[in-house]
């Protein structure tokens, strides 16, 4: 079983969250100027958010900024379009090893 949660990053900086062991990151979104993802996160068989964790970590990197990833073992997953497009933010998500 899933059950999907909502986290919003902070823009400008990387956000880290555990979650539950084999979690599904569905999306990246802007929802009233914040920038949150959707996650599927895994229930155990009682329907309980499991309790083994892996670390992911989330990159908002505006345009034109040099950061250092690499593109072999990130996940771009949009591009969020703030203040009426004036300020542009691309999300990357990793899994931490």
């Not at 009233?32 to 970590?57: C, F, M, R």
């Not at 900024?65 to 073992?73: G, N, R």
């Amino acid at each position: 079983m899933i059950k999907v949660h909502k986290y919003t990053l902070e823009p400008h900086s990387s956000n880290i969250f555990e979650l539950p062991l084999n979690s599904k990151v569905l999306s990246m979104q802007v929802q009233h100027g914040n920038i949150v993802v959707y996650i599927a996160l895994v229930l155990d068989s009682s329907g309980n958010i499991a309790q083994k964790k892996e670390t992911h970590k989330f990159h908002v990197i505006p345009t034109g900024v040099s950061v250092p990833l690499d593109l072999e073992t990130i996940q771009y997953l949009n591009t969020a379009m703030l203040l009426d497009g004036d300020l542009m933010l691309h999300v990357f998500h990793e899994k931490i090893e």
